[in-house]
């Protein structure tokens, strides 16, 4: 296994010349890689404006481009519009950096959570927090509660479905790693195989042109698509929850991160004193209910 040579630090920090040969070839353990070789404070400690971040005084947040509406607006993640870019500066300034102090870093949804050291703080990019992501990533807790969503044209077979069941037989699409798609193959279990696309922007272009008579997404994605994008298109219902809890967003962080809790600890405590509402009420207003497919 490859390790970059800031890894090879935190394993063998304190070891002597001799253990230093025989340790570069053995993965770091969670304590080691949450040892603080970054800049700024050790692990333990969440002091404002003073965490081991990947550059001493500033904080690196990633998300994927194009950053899609209503989570960003003008593809501008840095401009603080939309719902994930208001989070993320609130996120930050908790932690005790400004505007000025935050880096944003372009990173594909699926390198996200991919494993492997990360090159950002922290990523934001509506990653749904799941047991299979968590073996390779850590999440902060959950910044948003979210369902998934079925939309199609308008007058069309698919716009006509009421229920799980009324969307078997038909060709369904989503993008690829997204709980979208696993709710295609684990919830509908269609009898003909998904269409999996590296974006969303693929699989909207596949249901306007007819290859695909249904693309899943996030509801309030499915809302802005049928809104601004695709208006001919609509929504035809939304999934209950599976398992009896809610899918959530969560931040996305290098697997044993020293962040970790100082960011989870940021999350807590603007959902407590009713941050997270307020900016899901200014941006993400607009995702009202929609019928439940059961």
């Known amino acids: 296994m490859y390790l970059a ?23 770091p353990q969670p304590d080691d890689k949450a040892a603080s070789t970054h800049s700024g404070s050790s692990a333990d400690s969440c002091a404002k404006g003073e965490l081991a971040t990947e550059t001493s005084g500033k904080l690196t947040i990633a998300t994927d481009e194009p950053a899609y509406e209503p989570w960003f607006k003008d593809d501008k993640p840095a401009n603080g519009q939309g719902f994930e870019s208001a989070v993320a500066y609130a996120v930050a300034e908790q932690l005790g950096y400004g505007r000025s102090a935050v880096v944003w870093q372009s990173v594909p949804f699926n390198k996200a959570y991919a494993p492997g050291e990360k090159t950002f703080d922290f990523d934001i990019n509506q990653v749904s927090i799941s047991d299979e992501r968590k073996k390779a990533v850590d999440f902060s807790s959950g910044y948003y509660d979210v369902r998934q969503a079925v939309i199609a044209l308008k007058g069309t077979k698919a716009a006509e479905a009421t229920s799980v069941a009324d969307l078997k037989g038909l060709k369904l699409g989503a993008q690829v790693g997204t ?9 509908v279990k269609p009898t003909r195989d998904a269409a999996v696309y590296a974006k969303n922007d693929q699989a909207k272009s596949a ?4 290859q695909v008579d249904a693309i899943v997404t996030d509801l309030p994605t499915a809302f802005y698509i049928t809104a601004a994008e695709v208006t001919d298109a609509e929504i035809v219902g939304q999934f209950e929850n599976q398992g009896g809890t809610p899918e959530q967003f969560g931040l996305v962080l290098d697997k044993g991160s020293a962040l970790t809790s100082c960011v989870t600890g940021a999350v807590d405590a603007l959902r407590q004193n009713g941050t997270l509402a307020k900016i899901e009420q200014r941006w993400l207003s607009d995702a009202v209910d929609a019928p439940v497919l059961k």
Do not use: Q
């Open 5 to 27: 040579p800031r890894v090879l630090r935190r394993a063998v920090a304190g070891a002597t010349v001799a253990l230093l040969a025989t340790a570069v070839g053995c993965a």
């Open 179 to 187: 709980t979208s798609l696993d709710y295609i193959d684990d919830v």
């Open 207 to 210: 249901l306007k042109n007819g």
